[in-house]
């Protein structure tokens, strides 16, 4: 039951992402992981097929340190044109660094997206992040760091980019349940030698229990690009609902 289980949901909605929740070190111990996807095809009136899925494995020592991946895709074609094109792949390395309130933290990403016309863009950086807990208030994490990107474009218009960018990010989760929560996310990474080149992230979630290892997941994204490739729009806005497996 649980492979057919896994395997419907493995095509039953991805983002860029799994879950925006920050996760901590004696969280989850031991070896864990979750995996959401969707897929939908019309016909007659419409013509549409998309499809896409999104698997996290983690692996937690309970004391000391923390890794985990985040690997996602979605494509789709609406009356035979590709509308949607895009990948992403995250790798995290998180180490205690004082108690429980400092940790630094390491990563390297890669993505590629047809419809911001980016062939590629691989980055690798770190920084310290910064933890809060006020009970039941919420969960504060702040990050400060930099990164390095290198991206390469779909167009000839567009020239090759080699970026060294700083990355702040704020993120506040409240648990309303042991197993449900609500979580935002805010990213600023200004270009170090060119600040008003700059990406701003935002992401809201609601993560809901709904049986056993079943999660309702809710994401809302806006993304703002200060200076994309040529032709393509500095505003991203995207909602996703989709049902999260997690083991």
Do not use: C
Not at 132 to 137: C, D, P, V, Y
Not at 191 to 219: F, T, W
């Amino acid at each position: 039951m649980k492979f057919f289980l896994l395997l419907f949901l493995t095509f039953v909605s991805a983002e860029a992402i799994i879950t925006i929740a920050p996760v901590d070190i004696g969280q989850k111990p031991g070896k864990s992981g979750m995996i959401k996807g969707s897929f939908e095809t019309k016909r007659g009136n419409s013509d549409v097929d998309s499809y896409s899925a999104g698997l996290r494995l983690q692996y937690d020592s309970n004391a000391s340190y923390l890794i985990w991946s985040d690997f996602t895709f979605a494509y789709g074609k609406s009356s035979g044109v590709t509308n949607t094109n895009k990948t992403y792949a995250h790798l995290r390395y998180i180490h205690r660094l004082y108690e429980k309130s400092v940790d630094w933290e390491t990563f390297v990403q890669s993505e590629t997206n047809e419809f911001t016309n980016v062939k590629h863009r691989y980055l690798g950086g770190g920084g310290l992040r910064f933890f809060a807990n006020k009970n039941s208030f919420g969960k504060i994490h702040l990050g400060l760091g930099a990164f390095y990107e290198d991206i390469s474009y779909t167009t000839t218009v567009d020239p090759a980019e080699k970026n060294l960018r700083v990355n702040t990010y704020l993120a506040y989760t409240n648990n309303f349940t042991k197993e449900s929560y609500i979580s935002y996310l805010f990213y600023y990474q200004p270009k170090v030698d060119l600040p008003r080149d700059y990406i701003l992230s935002n992401g809201l979630e609601l993560n809901i229990l709904v049986y056993k290892q079943l999660y309702l997941n809710i994401v809302f994204f806006y993304d703002y690009d200060a200076k994309p490739a040529i032709g393509i729009k500095k505003e991203d806005i995207s909602q996703k609902t989709s049902f999260i497996y997690k083991f």
